[in-house]
């Protein structure tokens, strides 16, 4: 029902900044909550940030401060804005989609888009 495309992601140096970005399209029913997962090799699935619809926003504590998430609910796209960029940062960035308002888990999302990957060197 939900479709969800990234995009903007790339190579970065420590400290750097970089912005990504995702396109959904589908059933508004299915995009209450939004956010960001995030994956490298040999580590587990990592939250990084939700959105809900009316702009309320959770982030891991390992990017706190750090990123921002944000999302134009007449565009249906988040954003993910990353700055003091870390190489601990480096991972695919997968974008999530979920009817609930409290959507944290992993099952929570019904939509995960294709991910994007974000590479910082030191």
């Known amino acids: 029902q939900v479709q969800l495309v990234e995009s903007g992601g790339g190579l970065v140096q420590a400290g750097g900044s970089l912005s990504i970005s995702c396109a959904a399209s589908g059933s508004i029913f299915s995009m209450n909550t939004m956010g960001w997962y995030r994956q490298a090799p040999g580590k587990q699935r990592e939250l990084v940030a939700t959105i809900t619809r009316n702009k309320s926003t959770n982030y891991a504590d390992s990017v706190k401060g750090r990123f921002t998430i944000s999302r134009d609910n007449a565009k249906n796209t988040v954003y993910l804005q990353m700055n003091s960029l870390k190489p601990e940062d480096t991972a695919v960035y997968y974008c999530?989609?979920?009817?609930?308002?409290?959507?944290?888990?992993?099952?929570?999302?019904?939509?995960w888009g294709q991910g994007t990957q974000v590479t910082v060197s030191s």
């Open positions: 999530v989609a979920a009817p609930s308002y409290y959507a944290k888990r992993p099952e929570d999302f019904g939509s």
